[in-house]
């Protein structure tokens, strides 16, 4: 059995098929590991979500911004509704209810104590160390997978709070969680989130970094990896495995096999930029 994790696909599947075919991977032994971001900009968001779908046990995935962006716009958010033409076709396909349904009951963190790793789509505060972030994250999970889902997605869009605070309550509790595991980048050493920076490493403003280079982060003695930040490069620092190698913008698309030690990269172009905006 070989366990691949593989960064941000957003619509683009026929290169995933490229890769797959690559790592010669076997859904009846293998599995893969998906940093979330499965839909949106690329030309494949429906048959992506219906790939990996398909693949059972086979596939984890967790929820990326993208994913949730979806959710948000098939209960009538008109919000950013101009990105997200690539989206339309999930949205009037006549599987899009069971497909909603089954990305509405992904996990926002994996963890596999065995293995030694955790799957997120962006990042973790330095205030909350593994133990809390996956009492987070399945505090988001049960939002997403009741009935008031809808009153949530309602109001998730906003960078407020920007910074943890355990007395937080109601939506700005789940919108702080949602910004954490789905959009943070940079933040400061006490944790504040700085979310308008989407930028290289060094184009943050002063007194911010980027959230797994903070001194004091409490995760950090866990493998984390993560995608939604492609200008960060494929490498690993600090116990983390950044992913997104930017295929949606002419990079690569990349896998990590993480069964082995150490882990190894596989890799493809995935040549002109796919994204329309």
């Not at 009538?76 to 899009?96: A, C, H, M, V, W």
């Not at 987070?136 to 889902?149: G, K």
């Amino acid at each position: 059995m070989s366990i691949y994790a593989i960064g941000d696909i957003q619509g683009c599947l026929d290169q995933l098929l490229r890769l797959l075919d690559k790592v010669q991977f076997n859904p009846d032994i293998d599995q893969l590991w998906f940093t979330g971001d499965l839909v949106n900009r690329g030309p494949k968001s429906l048959e992506t979500l219906q790939f990996v779908r398909s693949l059972g046990s086979a596939a984890v995935t967790v929820l990326g911004n993208h994913d949730l962006h979806l959710l948000a716009l098939a209960e009538g958010d008109k919000r950013y509704t101009n990105k997200f033409d690539t989206l339309l076709p999930i949205i009037e396909s006549n599987q899009r209810d069971e497909l909603l349904n089954w990305l509405r009951h992904r996990p926002l963190l994996h963890r596999d104590k065995e293995l030694g790793y955790t799957l997120i789509h962006a990042g973790l505060p330095p205030q909350w160390s593994m133990d809390e972030a996956m009492v987070y994250a399945r505090e988001l999970e049960s939002t997403l997978q009741s009935s008031d889902y809808r009153n949530f997605l309602s109001q998730m869009y906003g960078n407020e709070p920007a910074q943890w605070d355990d007395n937080l309550k109601g939506i700005d509790r789940l919108r702080f969680i949602t910004n954490c595991f789905t959009r943070l980048r940079f933040c400061s050493d006490d944790g504040v989130l700085n979310l308008k920076s989407k930028g290289k490493i060094g184009s943050q403003p002063d007194g911010f970094s980027p959230w797994f280079r903070i001194a004091e982060r409490k995760s950090r003695s866990e493998r984390i990896l993560f995608g939604h930040w492609s200008t960060l490069g494929i490498h690993s620092e600090d116990n983390v495995y950044p992913l997104d190698s930017g295929c949606l913008w002419g990079g690569e698309l990349t896998a990590l096999q993480i069964d082995c030690n150490p882990p190894k990269r596989r890799q493809i172009s995935c040549g002109e930029s796919l994204a329309p905006w």
